[in-house]
């Protein structure tokens, strides 16, 4: 997550990188930029829904104090 930068990262997203690809996706699940295989997306997406409060609430944080926690990541 990039947070500090709000005239190009204003909306709450993550950055994904798979093997040669890269792509963005806003904390609802939507692919913003990039490109990555189709299988990969489909994980990514599940995941992001799976832990959005937890996304929603680390944005916030990031914001607001710098604090971090973890996220379990993709399995």
């Known amino acids: 997550m990039f947070f500090n930068d709000n005239l190009q990262h204003n ?3 993550i950055h994904v990188e ?3 690809y890269k792509a963005t996706f806003d904390l609802e699940s ?3 930029n990039g490109k990555i295989p189709q299988k990969q997306r489909k994980l990514v997406e599940a995941w992001i829904l799976i ?8 944005w916030k944080i990031m914001n ?3 604090g971090f926690f973890k996220i379990e ?3």
């Open 11 to 13: 909306l709450p997203h």
């Open 73 to 75: 990541p993709l399995k």
């Open 30 to 32: 939507n692919m913003l």
């Open 51 to 58: 832990h959005q409060e937890e996304l929603k609430a680390l």
């Open 64 to 66: 607001e104090d710098n």
């Open 18 to 20: 798979y093997a040669e």
